[in-house]
Structure formats: structure tokens, C-alpha cells
């Protein structure tokens, strides 16, 4: 199977390196290029790749919105993030709008072929050093002995921020009053979002009269 490759990236010479890399992989080809977010879009209509390599600094969007554009769109098509930023943040966003790897823009060439191969399979590689947040991640969000789950799989804590968020309150509002971060809420409501299937605070706040946890 030839992975076909969209590249993303609003350097025209990082394009040009990854060009003369990756063309030279007889399971690879380069079928399109793009310098925005728009244009990966409409590149990803145009060319059907198989792997979209996507930069997260985008001068329109930044790549973890067309990323998560890309796969609303075209689901079946896979993408690794190629980026220059490291930190947790980052890494959770473009895994949560659905990219398939991520890998530092100074790894080696190596690790850059190994997460394309394993993202057209279907698989996902992360990057050794940053594998660390999602297993730290892990640990910290594993249900503790004796915490129940309830409503739909939510989780007490997750319920408390469901509760929340349905009568309006901010992420800043519910840190306050759970005694939290604002970032640990964030992740509560993206796990409630995912859990529950639901795309928008209209639709949380529909669940909740519907569950009768909040009144209409």
C-alpha cells in the first residue's frame, strides 16, 4: 500500500525538508501541500490522503481546529501531528480532535516514518517522551477504590461538573466551588462531552432537563 501524504506546515522550507525525506520512502508519496488550515482542508477534499502531517501553528486556525475539521469531515483520514511544541496542553488538544500520532518537530527521521506507517494502519504513535502525560494522565483520572459510577458512566465528580455547567456556571465558577483547577474541569467536561456523546453546552443543558438534574 502507497501512504499518500498531505503536508501542513506554513514554512515553506520545513515543507521542502520533509519533502526530500519522505519521498524517498518507496511506500510514500507526496500528493499535496498546504500552508493554512483552510487549505488543508480543501487539500484533504482535493487529494484524499491517506496521512495528513499537520503542523499546530497555522497562521488562519491552528492546526488542532483543522484537525478536528479534517476528521468531522473525512474520519477515515489519519493525522499526526509534526509540531514544535511539547507541552501537555498541546498534546491533549490534538488527541482529543482526533490525530492519530504526535511527534516533536526534533525527533528523528525515524520516529517521523515509524508514527506515518503506524497512523495508516490505524494505529497511534506518541512520542516517547511525551507518552509520559497520557499514562500521568491516567493515573490521576483513575477511579479511586470505592467512587461509584453513575448516570450513564459519569463518575460522582463528573456529575458535580455536569451539574454545573447545565445551570451555566464557568470552568473558573466550578473550579471555585469544587475546589479544583479550571484545567481539571476542562478535562472533566471533555470526558462528560465524550461519554455522553454531546457537541455543544445547548445539548448538555438539553441532557441534564431530560435526566432531570437541572429544571427546565
Same mark, same amino acid.
Given at each position: 500500500?502507497?501512504? =499518500?501524504?498531505?503536508?501542513?506546515?506554513? /514554512?515553506?522550507?520545513? =515543507?521542502?525538508?520533509?519533502?526530500?525525506?519522505?519521498?524517498?520512502?518507496?511506500d510514500?508519496?507526496?500528493?499535496?501541500?498546504?500552508?493554512?488550515?483552510?487549505?488543508?482542508?480543501?487539500?484533504?477534499? +482535493?487529494?484524499?490522503?491517506t496521512?495528513?502531517?499537520?503542523d499546530?501553528g497555522?497562521?488562519?486556525?491552528?492546526?488542532?481546529?483543522?484537525? +478536528? &475539521?479534517?476528521?468531522?469531515?473525512?474520519?477515515?483520514?489519519?493525522?499526526?501531528?509534526?509540531?514544535? /511544541?511539547?507541552d501537555?496542553?498541546?498534546?491533549?488538544?490534538?488527541?482529543?480532535?482526533?490525530?492519530?500520532?504526535?511527534?516533536p518537530k526534533?525527533?528523528a527521521?525515524?520516529?517521523?516514518?515509524?508514527?506515518?506507517?503506524?497512523? &495508516?494502519?490505524?494505529?497511534?504513535?506518541?512520542y516517547p517522551?511525551?507518552?509520559?502525560?497520557?499514562?500521568?494522565?491516567f493515573l490521576?483520572t483513575?477511579?479511586?477504590?470505592?467512587?461509584?459510577?453513575?448516570?450513564d458512566?459519569?463518575?460522582?465528580?463528573? /456529575?458535580?461538573?455536569?451539574?454545573?455547567?447545565?445551570e451555566?456556571?464557568?470552568?473558573?465558577?466550578? &473550579?471555585?466551588?469544587?475546589?479544583?483547577?479550571?484545567?481539571?474541569?476542562? =478535562?472533566?467536561?471533555?470526558?462528560?462531552?465524550?461519554k455522553?456523546?454531546? /457537541?455543544?453546552?445547548?445539548?448538555?443543558v438539553?441532557y &441534564?432537563? =431530560?435526566?432531570?438534574?437541572?429544571?427546565?
Amino acid at each position: 500500500m502507497t501512504i =499518500r501524504l498531505l503536508l501542513v506546515d506554513d /514554512h515553506a522550507v520545513v =515543507r521542502s525538508g520533509l519533502k526530500m525525506l519522505l519521498s524517498g520512502q518507496k511506500d510514500m508519496e507526496i500528493v499535496g501541500e498546504a500552508a493554512s488550515a483552510a487549505e488543508a482542508l480543501s487539500e484533504t477534499e +482535493r487529494v484524499q490522503p491517506t496521512v495528513v502531517l499537520m503542523d499546530i501553528g497555522l497562521p488562519d486556525q491552528t492546526g488542532i481546529e483543522a484537525t +478536528r &475539521a479534517i476528521k468531522i469531515k473525512f474520519p477515515d483520514v489519519k493525522i499526526v501531528a509534526l509540531t514544535i /511544541h511539547e507541552d501537555e496542553e498541546y498534546f491533549f488538544q490534538m488527541l482529543n480532535a482526533g490525530a492519530s500520532g504526535y511527534v516533536p518537530k526534533r525527533a528523528a527521521p525515524e520516529e517521523l516514518i515509524t508514527a506515518i506507517k503506524a497512523a &495508516a494502519i490505524g494505529e497511534v504513535y506518541l512520542y516517547p517522551s511525551l507518552a509520559k502525560f497520557l499514562v500521568r494522565d491516567f493515573l490521576s483520572t483513575e477511579q479511586p477504590a470505592g467512587e461509584k459510577v453513575n448516570l450513564d458512566g459519569l463518575t460522582e465528580r463528573e /456529575h458535580e461538573v455536569l451539574t454545573h455547567l447545565a445551570e451555566g456556571a464557568s470552568n473558573v465558577e466550578i &473550579a471555585s466551588s469544587l475546589v479544583i483547577s479550571p484545567k481539571t474541569v476542562e =478535562r472533566h467536561r471533555e470526558n462528560i462531552m465524550r461519554k455522553l456523546n454531546l /457537541h455543544s453546552r445547548s445539548d448538555l443543558v438539553r441532557y &441534564a432537563i =431530560r435526566k432531570g438534574i437541572i429544571k427546565a
